[in-house]
T-cell receptor, first 114, second 113 residues
């Protein structure tokens, strides 16, 4: 079945550092890919998405490129802020109309120190 | 525009009991999906309802059941609670069954003792 693997956390960085959170996936078809963010005590918020190969999703300074050849969707940001501290989830949706729901990775806890 | 809301926020139940969790969809959304998020894990898909019918189901036993109402609000029912059912339960709404624009509620934290 479908699966998502993302780097283990916690990831601790200083403010203004460059961020990469790795995400790779296994899927039988051509899934849509997502990054969600979860702040403490809150639900999930969609951060960005890409629906086909070579698409780049971007939002709030974060970006990720759908790489079909490496089955990856790594999250990057050039200069992180303390307010970016949260748990980040990579997820995929197959193309069967969503009837299988989203498949999530285990999440990466990001801690940004001032 | 009202976002996705869930009730209650927290709940404590005893093993063997039954529980009902509620979700109100974002305005205009006709699809609701439910997820279970165990501590330190990513959410796992329970099932999806589209226009009041179950449209898809994850790897959860039949004691997990749901309803969707004509106003597209939804309930998740869990019978015969087990300790491993302790988790954050998230609902997410979208317009249509494709998941490219799915909005999550804040969740209900269920503790089974």
């Amino acid at each position: 079945g479908d699966s998502v693997t993302q780097m283990e956390g916690p990831v601790t960085l200083s403010e203004e550092a460059f961020l990469t959170i790795n995400c790779t996936y296994t899927a039988t078809g051509y899934p849509s890919l997502f990054w969600y963010v979860q702040y403490p005590g809150e639900g999930l918020q969609l951060l960005l998405k890409a629906t086909k190969a070579d698409d780049k999703g971007s939002n709030k300074g974060f970006e990720a490129t759908y790489r079909k050849e490496t089955t990856s969707f790594h999250l990057e940001k050039g200069s992180v802020q303390v307010s970016d501290s949260a748990v980040y989830f990579c997820a995929l949706s197959d193309q069967r109309g969503g009837a299988d729901g989203l498949t999530f990775g285990k999440g990466t806890h990001l801690i940004i120190q001032p | 525009e009202t976002g996705v809301t869930q009730s209650p926020t927290h709940l404590i139940k005893t093993r063997g009991q039954q529980v009902t969790l509620r979700c109100s969809s974002q305005s205009g959304h006709n699809t609701v999906s439910w997820y279970q998020q165990a501590l330190g894990q990513g959410p796992q898909f329970i099932f999806q309802y589209y226009r009041e019918e179950e449209n898809g189901r994850g790897n959860f036993p039949p004691r997990f059941s749901g309803l969707q109402f004509p106003n597209y609000s939804s309930e998740l029912n869990v019978n015969a609670l087990e300790l491993d059912d302790s988790a954050l339960y998230l609902c997410a709404s979208s317009l249509g069954v494709r998941l490219s624009e799915q909005y999550f509620g804040p969740g209900t934290r269920l503790t089974v003792t």
